[in-house]
């Protein structure tokens, strides 16, 4: 009986009562990259802090599983989830300077998650950063390890920041926006590395992003949301070939196709995202859906199966190809 | 010229700046001084000689020159000033060290935990700081008895919340730092969030508030010492010297010139070198 490595099921989580992650549910398979989109606000990142057990002071888990390989996250002690942390699972983030520690030698911040998980300590653990730090492509590790965060760039920073997020070869790697905050060049060698890692280590990746040129990349599968729900998940292939729902199809629509013009991150789609609290009866995306009609604001549409690759929450999947 | 083979020169780290080292060697003096003052005092502080009261610097009687003279008592300023410099250091060093640690940590997990704990540790604060000291001084004193050791719980248990405030306002802006973030979600548990990362970036503003302190804590034992809650005579102490020569500074201005010079000196050399030290806490700035 095989199992996904990750399974999150009906995840809720509120934010002073008002739900701002509401009811999501997917899987993840060993060695397999989930891209997670959607407009800023959507819940990707909360999504993410409750895989992690780790979400702000303002936030909580009402309702749903995480369950990695079996084990069933809600159920641990904080203490258990520690003990997961940096080992099992891992997470960087989008402000890779701000990241680093200012007062820590590279080395020692990568150090650090081999001292908490596996009691390793000094030259064995020096040894093991510095090959890390070769691993992810930083030239001349044994220098860079001595030196402080702000002697190096930006991609330095997040190649060392994923270098912390692996030395213990975590089973799954939560990225959140990872390249964001880089320039285009940088971003692409970050992304290759990702994939690279992945390959080689089998980790699997939780990459949540703005940007459908960063999905097209390096998704296997994708997991669109909307206002707090995942309202279409397809193989990349699958998705980026033919949308079901009328959102990713407006997402797809506006980005430009294999001309060499630059990315764009998420296009820009009539409307404003509703804000938590504020969303509609029905679908939530009614209000700037072109295909809305008096059925999709009375009742939520499922998130129902397609054609046994994906899903897609929608009343009128058959129509949107015209959009 | 065999150095200048070298092709980069190595930027000298770790050296001191010319600015801060002499005030570094007037502190070490001082430190030296203190520890051993009965090796390096001409005479012994408490022995008084009536019949050499309030002379001048240079004054010779027995076959001992008084070189800073003599105080009221006929006892020598000088050796009084060394073994005043054991009482100054020590007491100022023991309560900042005291209530540096315990308002830091107070402070910290405060601001950590928030919460109740957060509330009442920063109502006691703010209740601490609104007592005037020499009121809760007069309350100890009075309570224990002077002593030394009384001097130094007093200095701390009115001091502490200094510490506990810088400590919690920096915690609480260093905690929402991404490093610290990113720690948590490496699985760092909270001692080591604290001790690794969060101390030692809340370390400078504390090292300058220590250093403020360490001269405001030599202040306070003169006062304490004027009002006569602190070390208890014959003990000299700078700032017993300093009252008392005050009543003479009309006619014998050695007695509280030189315990005020020294006092100068010494917080001088505190606050630069805990400037100092600030910055080599950042290694921007190394
Ligand atoms: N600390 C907080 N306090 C109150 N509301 C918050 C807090 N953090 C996030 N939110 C709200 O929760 C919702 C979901 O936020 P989340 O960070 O998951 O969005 P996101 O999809 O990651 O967006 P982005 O792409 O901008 O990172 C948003 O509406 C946001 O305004
Ligand atoms: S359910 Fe209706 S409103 Fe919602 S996306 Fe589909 S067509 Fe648009
Ligand atoms: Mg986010």
Redesign the pocket.
């Known amino acids: 009986m095989s199992h996904p490595l990750l399974s999150v099921d009906e995840l809720r989580v509120t934010?002073?009562g008002q739900p701002?992650?509401d009811g999501i549910s997917f899987d993840i398979a060993q060695g397999e990259i989930l891209s997670l989109v959607?407009?800023?606000?959507?819940?990707?990142?909360?999504?993410?802090?409750s895989v992690m057990g780790l979400l702000?002071?303002?936030?909580r888990l009402s309702g749903g599983r995480v369950m990695l390989d079996g084990t069933e996250l809600s159920a641990l002690t904080e203490t258990e989830l520690q003990a997961l942390r940096g080992n099992e699972l891992a997470m960087i983030f989008q402000e890779p300077v701000a990241s680093l520690n200012p007062l820590m030698k590279i080395g020692r911040q990568i150090e650090e998650s081999l001292i908490v998980h596996r009691g390793l300590e000094g030259r064995e653990a020096r040894r093991a950063a510095i090959d890390m730090l070769a691993e992810v492509g930083i030239p001349e590790p044994e220098i860079r390890a001595g030196q402080y965060p702000f002697e190096l760039s930006g991609g330095m920073c997040q190649r060392a920041m994923i270098a912390m997020a692996l030395i213990c070869r975590p089973r799954l790697l939560i990225a959140?926006?990872p390249t964001t905050a880089l320039d285009v060049t940088i971003q692409a060698q970050i992304l290759d590395l990702m994939k690279k890692l992945r390959d080689e280590t089998g980790t699997a990746i939780l990459l949540?992003t703005?940007d459908m040129g960063v999905v097209a990349e390096m998704a296997d599968r994708v997991a669109v949301?909307y206002a707090?729900r995942v309202i279409e998940t397809a193989p990349v292939d699958a998705l980026f070939a033919r949308q079901e729902h009328p959102y990713t199809r407006l997402l797809l629509k506006t980005i430009p196709r294999l001309d060499g013009e630059p990315k764009e991150t998420l296009p820009v789609i009539e409307g404003l995202v509703p804000?938590?609290g504020q969303w509609p009866e029905g679908c939530r995306f009614s209000p700037r859906c072109p295909l809305a009609n008096d059925a999709c604001r009375k009742a939520v549409p499922p998130l129902a199966s397609r054609r046994d690759i994906g899903s897609t929450a929608c009343w009128h999947a058959e129509q949107v190809g015209a959009i | 010229m065999a150095a200048t083979t070298a092709t980069t020169p190595r930027p000298t780290k770790r050296s001191i700046p010319w600015t801060v080292l002499p005030f570094a060697a007037i502190l070490v003096a001082l430190l030296l001084i203190a520890i051993l003052a009965p090796l390096v005092a001409p005479m012994d502080p408490n022995t008084q000689n009536l019949l050499a009261r309030l002379k001048a610097p240079g004054f010779q009687a027995r076959g001992m020159t008084y070189f800073l003279g003599s105080d009221e008592l006929g006892r020598d300023v000088l050796s009084r000033l060394i073994y005043g410099a054991r009482v100054s250091l020590l007491v100022a060093f023991a309560s900042v060290t005291l209530s540096g640690i315990f308002g830091t940590v107070v402070g910290m997990i405060a601001a950590f935990y928030r919460g109740w704990t957060e509330t009442l540790i920063m109502r006691l604060v703010d209740i601490v700081l609104s007592v005037p000291a020499i009121l809760l001084a007069i309350i100890t004193v009075a309570v224990l008895g002077p002593s030394f050791a009384n001097v130094v719980i007093v200095l701390s248990m009115t001091r502490w919340p200094r510490y506990a405030r810088v400590a919690y306002g920096q915690t609480l802006s260093v905690a929402n730092m991404p490093y610290v973030r990113l720690s948590r979600f490496m699985g760092a548990g909270w001692l080591r969030l604290l001790s690794r990362h969060i101390l030692p970036n809340i370390a400078g503003a504390l090292i300058v508030v220590a250093t403020l302190e360490f001269g405001l804590m030599v202040l306070f034992e003169a006062g304490l010492s004027f009002l006569g809650l602190g070390v208890q005579p014959p003990t000299a102490s700078w700032g017993a010297m300093l009252a008392t020569g005050r009543n003479y500074v009309a006619t014998a201005w050695w007695i509280a010139t030189f315990p005020g010079l020294a006092l100068f000196l010494l917080v001088l050399s505190i606050n630069l070198i805990g400037d100092h030290i600030r910055d080599r806490l950042d290694p921007r700035g190394r």
């Open positions: 934010i002073g701002v992650v959607g407009e800023s606000g959507c819940g990707k990142s909360m999504t993410a802090f702000p002071r303002a936030a959140d926006e949540i703005h949301m707090g804000d938590i």
